[in-house]
């Protein structure tokens, strides 16, 4: 009888926030919307604050207090000083509400900061009266993506491509939009447009090399992604190489099984494991390969490997059950047939309880209970935003303290799980739940 092997997806973790929990929410952001994997990919590919006031030059400003205000937020904002830079920009758009350039850079601002609602009035205030604004329709359209508005969004996009033809950003934006209304074809002509007008930004590669992954052209991902790993390996981040090594991978398991093939995927998934060792779906695949060339000891090995990490997941245990059996070890293998079946009991209560969760989105009693079987689950990425969100409402609760160092000790953040110790120590209550509603 043939083992049952099971595919895993990748679990990534993307730092651009600040705080004590910065991993923990980008990896929730990107859990919470695994449809729009590319434009996670393409996110944050604007050019950074200063960057982006490079090009204005300061030339739509017709005032000189407005353009001194400009010019101190673009020094704040060089010496990270973000809140300074804003209320810089903000009095220079209060000097000259018609400025486009403090427009531009607070939009930019709010974009770069997880802020794209404060971007939208601004932006649509340049689209009504200054559309051939150069990179205000592509920057609208990315605020329209962040904010989950696809419909407008691609009329943006495609406003932005007729106005500016040689935006990299704009065709990338409109070939991700394509791709979530499952235009595929569309999406990968915008995105090799993209990348052909900017050769350089990996993300824009990678969201090709998704697309026509998506369009199962392996041959197409493949040439995609040599031309990063191969060519711009040094000036690419380890994260966005990690990513190529692992859709390389993903291209040569979903091929034809031939011995070659999966050695050459095998191969492809380590290097992007080496790169972000946080990448544990990489490891995942790693074991899966093994088990289907008839390597069960290695297959174990790496599978057990992600049970000590605390990154299994169900898949993990069928495929671990699958192994023991196949070594002949039954009761272990009974194990890891029991816990497979946890939790996939667990999946059914964390469903039950989003579900009760979206009527009632301030309970912190289901949210807590949510956290709480994310956790016992291994999902940090859900787990994350909903501790931190019940820790606002009850950051004394030891029952919510408890679940913070369980989370913060995953994460592999000592120094915070040990500030929720001392704060659980301090309350003299380890006693038993007691979150309200």
């Given amino acids: 009888m043939p083992t049952k092997v099971t595919s895993t997806l990748p679990q990534g973790v993307e730092t651009s926030s600040s705080g004590s929990s910065a991993r923990s929410r980008n990896a929730a952001r990107a859990k919470r919307r695994p449809d729009r994997r590319r434009l996670a990919l393409l996110s944050g590919i604007g050019a950074l604050l200063v960057g982006a006031a490079l090009p204005i030059h300061l030339h739509y400003q017709s005032g000189r207090p407005a353009r001194e205000h400009v010019r101190q937020g673009i020094a704040l904002a060089a010496a990270?000083?973000?809140?300074?830079?804003?209320?810089?920009?903000?009095?220079a758009l209060q000097a000259d509400p018609e400025n486009r350039a403090p427009q531009l850079l607070l939009s930019r601002l709010?974009?770069?900061?997880?802020?794209?609602?404060?971007?939208?009035?601004?932006?649509?205030?340049?689209?009504?009266?200054?559309?051939?604004?150069?990179?205000?329709?592509?920057?609208?359209?990315e605020a329209y993506a962040r904010t989950e508005q696809d419909g407008r969004g691609v009329e943006a996009a495609r406003q932005a491509v007729v106005l500016e033809p040689n935006c990299a950003r704009a065709h990338a934006l409109l070939g991700i939009f394509q791709g979530n209304a499952h235009d595929m074809r569309g999406a990968i002509a915008e995105l090799s447009r993209a990348a052909a007008l900017d050769p350089s930004d990996p993300k824009i590669t990678l969201s090709l090399a998704q697309a026509q992954m998506d369009?199962?052209?392996?041959?197409?991902?493949?040439?995609?992604?040599?031309?990063?790993?191969?060519?711009?390996?040094?000036?690419?981040?380890?994260?966005?190489?990690?990513?190529?090594?692992?859709?390389?991978?993903?291209?040569?398991?979903?091929?034809?099984?031939?011995p070659e093939n999966r050695r050459t995927a095998i191969t492809a998934f380590r290097r992007a494991a080496r790169l972000d060792p946080s990448l544990t779906g990489a490891d995942a695949e790693i074991g899966r390969l093994l088990l289907l060339s008839g390597d069960a000891r290695g297959a174990i090995q790496t599978f057990e490997d992600l049970r000590r990490r605390g990154a299994s997941t169900k898949e993990t245990y069928f495929n671990l059950a699958?192994?023991?059996?196949?070594?002949?070890?039954?009761?272990?293998?009974?194990?890891?047939?029991?816990?497979?079946?946890?939790?996939?009991?667990?999946?059914?209560?964390?469903?039950?309880?989003?579900?009760?969760l979206s009527v009632?989105?301030?309970?912190?009693?289901?949210?807590?209970?949510?956290?709480?079987?994310?956790?016992?689950?291994?999902?940090?990425?859900?787990?994350?935003?909903?501790?931190?969100?019940?820790?606002?409402?009850?950051?004394?609760?030891?029952?919510?303290?408890?679940?913070?160092?369980?989370?913060?000790?995953?994460?592999?953040?000592?120094?915070?799980?040990?500030?929720?110790?001392?704060?659980?120590?301090?309350?003299g209550n380890t006693g038993g739940p007691d979150a309200q509603r």
């Fill in 110 to 141: 709010y974009l770069d900061t997880d802020r794209a609602d404060r971007a939208l009035p601004l932006l649509e205030g340049l689209r009504a009266t200054a559309p051939q604004t150069p990179h205000a329709l592509c920057t609208l359209a």
């Fill in 322 to 356: 699958g192994a023991y059996r196949k070594i002949g070890d039954t009761p272990r293998a009974s194990r890891m047939t029991q816990e497979a079946k946890r939790l996939t009991d667990l999946d059914a209560r964390r469903a039950a309880l989003r579900k009760r």
């Fill in 215 to 258: 369009e199962a052209d392996f041959p197409a991902v493949e040439r995609t992604l040599r031309a990063l790993t191969t060519r711009a390996p040094a000036s690419a981040p380890a994260h966005s190489l990690a990513q190529a090594h692992y859709l390389l991978g993903m291209a040569y398991a979903r091929r034809t099984p031939t």
């Fill in 80 to 91: 990270g000083k973000l809140p300074e830079a804003e209320r810089e920009w903000r009095r």
């Fill in 360 to 427: 009632e989105p301030t309970n912190g009693r289901f949210a807590l209970e949510l956290a709480e079987a994310a956790l016992a689950a291994g999902d940090l990425p859900e787990a994350a935003p909903l501790v931190d969100a019940v820790l606002q409402m009850h950051p004394r609760d030891p029952r919510v303290l408890r679940a913070a160092i369980t989370l913060y000790d995953r994460l592999g953040e000592p120094v915070t799980a040990n500030t929720f110790r001392q704060r659980l120590t301090a309350s």
